[in-house]
């Protein structure tokens, strides 16, 4: 019974600390263009890639990040795991290889990308030894 209980609680925490990234690309397309809003598109190898797992950590679950996107952006993160037991859906993974086509052809990682609602490239940046709000800083910039 405890066992139970743990599961259930680790994955409400989870969903809690995930619930403002859109999980699949469409829904976070059409989430943009009813709320105006442009899309951090973030490619990240979150079992691997030791600067995605930074900007996770510094950046995505800060406070004053999430707090500020919640009412500025629509985040989708396009991720790459290696390891089998954190492979995605076929669905997802099939949608994160065709949104790498389009918007990082050379693979870089981590890349994130700022959209408008009709997919245009805004900007774009990678990992930045940055405090929170100056992350913003430098998303909002690529909103001018």
């Known amino acids: 019974m405890k066992n139970l209980l743990f599961i259930a609680l680790l994955g409400l925490s989870h969903t809690l600390l995930g619930q403002d990234w859109c999980a699949e690309y469409p829904s976070a397309l059409l989430q943009a263009k009813e709320e105006s809003k442009p899309i951090i598109l973030v490619f990240s190898g979150s079992d691997w890639c ?3 797992i ?7 679950t800060s406070e004053e990040f ?4 919640s009412e500025h952006f629509v985040l ?3 991720d790459f795991p290696r390891k089998k037991t954190n ?6 993974g099939g949608q994160n290889r065709k949104l790498a086509d389009k918007f990082n052809p050379k693979g870089y990682f981590p890349l994130v990308v700022v959209l408008d609602q009709d997919e245009e490239t805004l900007g774009t940046s990678g990992y930045e030894n940055l405090s929170p709000n100056a992350y913003i800083e430098l998303l909002n910039s690529f909103l001018k």
Do not use: M
Not at 54 to 60: G, N, Q, T
């Open 50 to 52: 030791a600067p995605c």
């Open 66 to 69: 999430k707090k500020y996107a």
């Open 87 to 92: 492979q995605l859906s076929e669905t997802v």
């Open 76 to 78: 989708y993160r396009a």
């Open 54 to 60: 930074k900007l996770e950590h510094e950046i995505w």
